[in-house]
């Protein structure tokens, strides 16, 4: 029976373990593994025996990718990491989400430049996927700030949703075998046309099991004041599809700002959802006071959940993929900063705790129950 709460926490300088028992009153810390390397993605995979994955993004020494057998005792490299054929001319940059797939040991993989890999052996060799990393879009996609990355990767069923910044959402009904641009309604404030086919700066996408054909968005938003080429586009930074994907809608207003990174949603509940928003020109929090945002009517309307969280003078930010949810009946998010601190909002967000306070800028956190 699961009775552990697992926190795996990518940071500049390596990959961090923590875990709790389910009450979650103190959280054990173990790491850095990989120490002095960033990670920017990590798996917690509670298929049968529970795995731990980690990438290991070395600008000198290259790309690798870790995987824990002893519920982060200890880490070990796979006997591969993804990796372009030679002939391609791209070259492996970074390694921005790792999901599990269909199968015990199948495993997904977004890297930088965009593209998709597959492993069939819990990341011992890796397969490009051609339908998107050959997509006849693919060398036209331009990086965001953050580099050129695939960062999201959602599975149901035969239909794969990927984010990439910059290039927007795609989507493959045949599962994964072929993609297509799915972006109406999806805006670009720093492109000439506010609705272009592909080129968006999704920052992330989530969903929810009991609502399959609804998704929601974190995108590029802070473009409200925008005097440049086609004028302001206001509340473009949040949005929700209730047709797969196929066509998306703002659910912004209400926000400080429809500027941020990550996106979740309650795991017991499809209306719930987290939004963290940010100052668009300095990617910090509004005022210098830090709050997640909640709306439980899926998007219509806003709350503000800050109680226990910095109250001034708090500039940090929380990155993409650093922020998380567990799946308890009375669930916990989880957040980290770029200052190294690493919350915990308990009850749904409504009281705030820091875990601990002096980690390394902290990337990536993902929690499962083990």
């Not at 989507?171 to 080129?199: C, K």
């Amino acid at each position: 029976m699961a009775d552990r709460v697992m926190l795996t926490i990518g940071t500049k300088k390596g990959v961090f373990v923590a875990d709790a028992a389910k009450p979650r009153r103190s959280f054990a810390l173990r790491g850095p593994f990989g120490p002095g390397v960033p990670v920017y993605s990590t798996l917690i995979d509670t298929r049968g025996t529970p795995r731990l994955y980690a990438s290991s993004c070395n600008p000198f020494f290259g790309m690798k990718v870790l995987r824990s057998t002893d519920m982060g005792k200890s880490f070990k490299e796979t006997k591969s990491a993804p990796a372009f054929p030679k002939e391609d001319g791209r070259a492996l940059a970074n390694i921005w989400s790792l999901e599990a797939g269909s199968g015990k040991k199948d495993l997904w993989c977004g890297v930088e430049p965009s593209s998709l890999f597959r492993s069939h052996d819990g990341g011992d060799s890796w397969d490009l996927v051609p339908g998107i990393s050959n997509h006849e879009h693919a060398r036209k996609w331009q990086p965001g700030n953050g580099g050129l990355c695939m960062h999201t990767i959602i599975r149901d069923g035969n239909r794969v949703h990927l984010g990439i910044s910059t290039g927007g959402h795609y989507l493959s009904e045949d599962g994964g075998e072929t993609f297509r641009a799915s972006n109406q309604g999806v805006g670009a404030g720093f492109a000439p046309d506010p609705y272009p086919e592909f080129g968006q700066c999704v920052h992330k996408i989530a969903r929810h099991p009991d609502a399959p054909g609804r998704l929601y968005m974190q995108n590029h938003g802070g473009w409200a004041e925008w005097t440049g080429p086609g004028g302001p586009r206001p509340d473009i930074g949040v949005l929700r599809s209730d047709d797969y994907g196929h066509s998306w809608r703002s659910i912004a207003k209400g926000l400080p700002s429809d500027f941020g990174f990550p996106i979740l949603v309650h795991p017991q509940d499809a209306d719930t959802v987290y939004v963290m928003p940010l100052e668009p020109a300095t990617r910090s929090c509004p005022g210098g006071a830090p709050a997640v945002w909640r709306s439980e009517n899926g998007g219509e309307s806003w709350s503000r959940l800050a109680r226990g969280l910095p109250k001034k003078q708090s500039y940090f930010t929380v990155l993409r993929d650093a922020m998380d949810i567990d799946r308890l009946k009375a669930p916990a998010l989880y957040f980290g900063t770029t200052t190294g601190q690493l919350w915990i909002g308990r009850e749904g967000g409504e009281q705030w705790e820091c875990l601990f306070d002096s980690l390394p800028p902290i990337h990536n956190v993902k929690v499962a129950v083990v």
